[in-house]
């Protein structure tokens, strides 16, 4: 499966900043509904209100899914890669 990777910054509640990639299927070009995905992300996280807007979201490049994110992207249309500050405590 082809997917398109957004690259993703938000600053959290507490100033620190989490660094995460939205992964959709590359035909998903949307970009509203990129974000919303990542707004969906940040509510799970417990950081719903945090700005994500096209400035903290930026397409970066295609790639292939790992069974992992096809399933993810299968379920719910999208996968999240952690990659900096996403933990909650």
């Known amino acids: 499966m082809k997917v398109a990777i957004w690259d993703t910054y938000v600053q959290k509640k507490d100033g620190s ?3 995460f990639d939205i992964i959709v299927p590359h035909f998903v070009t ?10 969906l992300y940040l509510s799970k996280k417990g950081q719903e209100g945090q700005p994500l807007t096209s400035k903290e979201c930026h397409y970066c490049h295609m790639g292939i899914a790992t069974d992992v994110m096809k399933s993810a992207i299968n379920a719910q249309g999208y996968y999240i890669l952690e990659l900096e500050n996403c933990s909650q405590f």
């Open 30 to 39: 949307d970009e509203l509904v990129i974000i919303d995905k990542g707004k």
């Open 17 to 19: 900043v989490m660094h």
